[in-house]
Structures are given as structure tokens and as C-alpha cells.
């Protein structure tokens, strides 16, 4: 089987190097096209022979193509793919905002998007650690046994949750793909509270990454309700019931809400402004 990656960035190199250490495919099997002489030499020096610059031949051998480029200039880079691309390809994108339809009309010039076997996926940064949450959607044509090699594929940038309704995705948007920023911002504020009590920056900075940590872990670990985690630790007129009584009171659950759905709506947005200019 042989696996195209057109873009060998951040996000390619989560997955290719993800696929090598689980062994479901060999430097050989790969075949990644870059726009840049220095990112031909990095791969060819972790052993993948086939890195080029641009388009070729070679791509229409492909089982699967990767697409695995800006969403801005995915529409001008498939272009010079077009004449190597076959509809018995599965075509699994991870640009954010690109609906099936739009890539389909990247690779085909056409529609028509109900041949094509297209998963297009949401993943977010902690793929690149292994710790990703991965929303994909896959198009009609797409077979179970395709499902379970992009599982098997994918699996080692994290979860994997496949969704029937494409429009899922803008969600995922909304709590794991932009959901890292939300969780980087109140890491800032614990700082930032810690310091106003004395805290040194050094310090509060690892007190509240190690207490974002405990508590991921301590929820990972159970089984109860988060409400009830949160009851566990919130004892009547102590502290933390103290410092909970703010948030409420602020609209801490009202905030976030609003915020996702800002997030949800501007990946609609992206969707519409990334779409084909026909
Ligand atoms: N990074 C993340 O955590 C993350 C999370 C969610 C989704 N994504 C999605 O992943 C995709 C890639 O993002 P990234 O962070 O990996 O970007 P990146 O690190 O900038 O990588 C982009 C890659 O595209 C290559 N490229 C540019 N023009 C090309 C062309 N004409 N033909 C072939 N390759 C070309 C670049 O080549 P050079 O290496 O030579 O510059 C580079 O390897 C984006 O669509 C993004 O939405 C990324």
C-alpha cells in the first residue's frame, strides 16, 4: 500500500512519525511532496526516499493521499495534482474548514462528490504528541474497511471519533480543535491569580500546569459525573466552595457556552470563504 502525503509539515510529520514507531506502514510505503529543498533533505534524512517538490507521476501509484497543506492554498496546490488523481484513491484531508464537497471540487473539477472516497478530519495540536482528539467525517463511498485503516492509520495522534453528519465537525471545532486555546487561557489566569497572592512566575506556572494535569488525570481515572469531582472537593463553606460561588456568579458555564458557539459558527464562516469559487 502506498501512502501519499501532499504537505509534509507539522501536522504530516504527527502522522507519519506516529505510523513508523506503530509499524502500519515502512519509509518505503511513503511517498511526500514539500514546497521547499530543506524539507526534502529533513525527510529524506528520516529515511523516506521519495520526498519531492511538487506534483508528479509517482502520485498517481498512490493508494492514499494525505492532504496535509494549508487550507488557504489547497485549492491552487490540487490543481497541479489533478491529472495523477483516480477516484478509487481514499483521500483523507486534515485542513480545517475544507468540506468534502470543496475538496472534491479541488480534485476533480467537478460536483459530482458521491463516487469519491473522501474522510476529511478535525484533529487538534496534542496530535502531535499522541494526545489528540481526531473528528472526522467520512463521504458515502468510503468503506468500512477504509474506516478501519485510517483508524489504524490515525490511531497514534490520539482519539478518533467518526461522526455521520458532516456538519459535526464545526463542533469538534468548538470543543477540541479551538478547545486547547480555552484551556492555555485559564492555565494564563491561574498564573497570573497566583502571582497577584505572591506566587513567583516560575512557580505558579508549573502549580497550575501540575493541577490541570491532576485533575485531566483524575477525571480520565474516573468514572463519576464531573459535577460529582467537583462536589467531591468543594466542602460546605470552605474555600474552594468560596472561589466556585465566583465563577457562578460571573457566568463562568454562560462564558465558555458562548464561546464555543463563536468558535462553531466562525468554522461555518471558513467553510463558505474556503469554498470553490466557481
Ligand atoms: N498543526 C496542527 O496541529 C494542526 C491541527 C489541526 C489541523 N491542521 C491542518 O493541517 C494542515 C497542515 O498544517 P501544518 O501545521 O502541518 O502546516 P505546516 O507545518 O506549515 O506544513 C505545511 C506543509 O505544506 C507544504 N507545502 C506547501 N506548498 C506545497 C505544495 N505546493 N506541494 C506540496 N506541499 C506543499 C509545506 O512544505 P515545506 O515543508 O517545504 O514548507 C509544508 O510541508 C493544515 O491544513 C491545517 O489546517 C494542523
Given at each position: ?27 518505503d510505503d ?30 498517481a ?49 467537478s ?16 496530535s ?10 467520512c ?116 462564558i ?11 468554522a ?11
Amino acid at each position: 500500500m502506498k501512502i501519499a502525503f501532499i504537505g509534509g509539515g507539522n501536522m504530516a510529520s504527527a502522522i507519519i512519525d506516529g505510523m513508523l514507531e506503530q509499524g502500519s506502514c515502512s519509509t518505503d510505503d511513503l511517498l511526500i511532496s514539500v514546497s521547499s529543498e530543506a524539507s526534502v533533505q529533513r525527510w529524506r534524512a528520516k529515511g523516506v526516499a521519495n520526498t519531492q517538490i511538487g506534483a508528479s507521476a509517482a502520485f498517481a501509484e498512490a493508494d492514499i493521499w494525505v492532504l496535509a497543506v494549508k487550507p488557504q492554498i489547497m485549492e491552487e496546490v490540487l490543481l497541479s495534482y489533478q491529472g495523477y488523481f483516480s477516484s478509487d484513491k481514499l483521500v483523507i484531508s486534515v485542513a480545517a474548514g475544507l468540506t468534502v464537497s470543496s475538496l472534491a471540487y479541488f480534485l476533480t473539477d467537478s460536483d459530482d462528490d458521491t463516487e469519491l472516497k473522501i474522510i476529511r478530519t478535525m484533529p487538534n495540536t496534542p496530535s502531535l504528541i499522541g494526545e489528540g482528539v481526531i473528528g472526522a467525517y467520512c463521504s458515502t463511498a468510503v468503506t468500512e474497511h477504509e474506516r478501519e485503516l485510517f483508524n489504524t492509520l490515525f490511531k497514534a495522534c490520539g482519539r478518533i471519533d467518526l461522526f455521520e453528519q458532516e456538519s459535526m465537525l464545526d463542533a469538534v471545532t468548538g470543543l477540541s480543535g479551538s478547545g486547547i486555546a480555552y484551556v492555555y487561557l485559564f492555565a494564563e489566569a491561574l498564573v497570573e491569580g497566583a502571582m497577584a497572592l505572591g506566587y513567583d512566575q516560575a512557580t505558579a506556572r508549573e502549580h497550575a500546569v501540575q493541577t490541570l494535569k491532576g485533575a485531566t488525570l483524575m477525571m480520565e481515572q474516573s468514572t463519576d459525573e464531573l459535577a460529582t469531582l467537583r462536589q467531591s472537593v468543594t466542602s460546605k463553606k470552605g474555600t474552594t466552595e468560596q472561589a466556585l460561588r465566583v465563577f457562578q456568579a460571573n457566568g463562568l458555564k454562560e462564558i465558555v457556552a458562548a464561546a464555543m458557539l463563536a468558535a462553531h459558527d466562525r468554522a461555518q464562516e471558513l467553510a463558505t470563504e474556503l469554498a470553490p469559487k466557481k
